[in-house]
């Protein structure tokens, strides 16, 4: 089994930003497309980033382009999310997740299989 452990969040104020690391292990990281969900008090789990395999593929939701970047180092079994310019509306549990290579692209959270514990991300004055 998969086990994920992310970290990086907290309080940060607007316009400010958050690195955010997932942590893979029990099984090679490598073969995992990694993606990053986020979710919101009172809000459906909402898709946020995600990366292929080799890290030369990635899509990342229209709510957040320009602002966030999803990356990976498959030899420290890590991926990040570097999020930038912060607002008030990027308030939330953010989680990482994994899912068989085969399956890139995917945003619909039912997909996946792993998931990590979740760091709280909030941004206010």
């Known amino acids: 089994q998969l086990r994920l452990r992310e970290s990086g969040g907290g309080l940060v104020q607007p316009g400010g930003s958050l690195r955010l690391s997932c942590v893979g292990s029990g099984r090679p990281f490598s073969a995992y497309v990694m993606s990053w969900f986020r979710q919101a008090s009172g809000h459906e789990r909402e898709f946020v980033a995600t990366i292929s395999t080799s890290g030369g593929g990635t899509i990342v939701a229209d709510s957040v382009k320009g602002r966030f970047t999803i990356s990976r180092d498959n030899a420290k079994n890590t991926v990040y999310l570097q999020m930038n310019s912060l607002k008030g509306e990027d308030t939330a549990v953010y989680y990482c997740?994994?899912?068989?290579?085969?399956?890139?692209?995917?945003?619909?959270?039912?997909?996946?299989?792993?998931w990590g514990q979740g760091t709280q991300v909030t941004v206010s004055s």
């Open positions: 997740a994994a899912i068989a290579g085969s399956l890139y692209g995917s945003a619909q959270s039912s997909n996946y299989a792993y």
